[in-house]
């Protein structure tokens, strides 16, 4: 079997209109969060996918794809493994960078923050969001699984799915070992591709004020 993605993570293509996106506008907001809100999925919508990039133990960046799962208003969430080397970087250094690229390469938005775990409630309600292929992937995607015969991988997952009733149904309790991040960004730069002119930016940096906006070139 070939698959060009993961179930549970759809491929989304995002179309925009260029004369009414906030990003193109005379005028940009002064709200960033508010701005991001305005780009992003809400609520029941595809999830998107991100870069998070850590600050290695070794002081080298660090980077991965993950799910976007939620945004607050305020506060950009993902969900991991606890015994995952990103887990230990932020431990030891808080600051990330999000990349957050749209389907069809229309816009970017790139967050800068501090990351700070979630409390258990919010991951085990963002955990029962997930797909059932996601729910099991959290199950069994460990380090002890991934050293195994390829056979004996299919036989495991078949496994979990008779106990749990099958592919479509959800396994409502995370594994401990699920853990929730929420990054609470200081920088945010905005970037709006154009079939009809360049590229542009428009970066917001939190000061004690409020938000200082600058346009730049894309
Ligand atoms: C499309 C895609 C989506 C992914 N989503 C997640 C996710 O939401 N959470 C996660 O921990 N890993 C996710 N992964 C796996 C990570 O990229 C990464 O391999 C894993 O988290 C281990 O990263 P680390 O060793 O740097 O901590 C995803 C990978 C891909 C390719």
Do not use: C
């Not at 989304?12 to 002064?30: G, L, R, W, Y």
């Not at 990103?86 to 990349?99: H, Y």
């Not at 229309?106 to 409390?119: D, Y």
């Amino acid at each position: 079997m070939t698959a060009s993605y993961s179930p549970g993570i759809p491929p989304t293509a995002v179309v925009i209109d260029h004369d009414t996106d906030p990003v193109q506008s005379d005028t940009p907001a002064a709200d960033p969060l508010a701005l991001a809100a305005a780009w992003l999925p809400g609520p029941g919508e595809d999830r998107m996918l991100m870069t998070v990039s850590t600050v290695g133990l070794d002081g080298l960046p660090d980077a991965r794809t993950t799910m976007l799962s939620d945004y607050d208003g305020e506060r950009f969430f993902f969900h991991t493994d606890a015994n995952s080397r990103k887990v230990a970087e932020l431990a030891a250094s808080p600051g990330v960078a999000l990349t957050i690229l749209w389907p069809g390469v229309t816009r970017q938005l790139i967050v800068q923050g501090t990351a700070r775990r979630s409390p258990r409630t919010e991951s085990d309600a963002a955990y029962r969001h997930r797909s059932p292929y996601l729910q099991q992937l959290a199950w069994q995607n460990t380090a002890e699984f991934a050293q195994r015969p390829l056979a004996e991988r299919r036989a495991r997952w078949r496994n979990f799915l008779s106990a749990h009733g099958g592919a479509e149904q959800p396994v409502f309790t995370p594994p401990e070992e699920w853990v929730g991040f929420a990054v609470t960004p200081h920088r945010l730069v905005f970037w709006v591709s154009n079939p009809d002119a360049a590229s542009r930016r428009i970066a917001y940096t939190r000061e004690e004020a409020g938000w200082a906006r600058t346009t730049l070139p894309g």
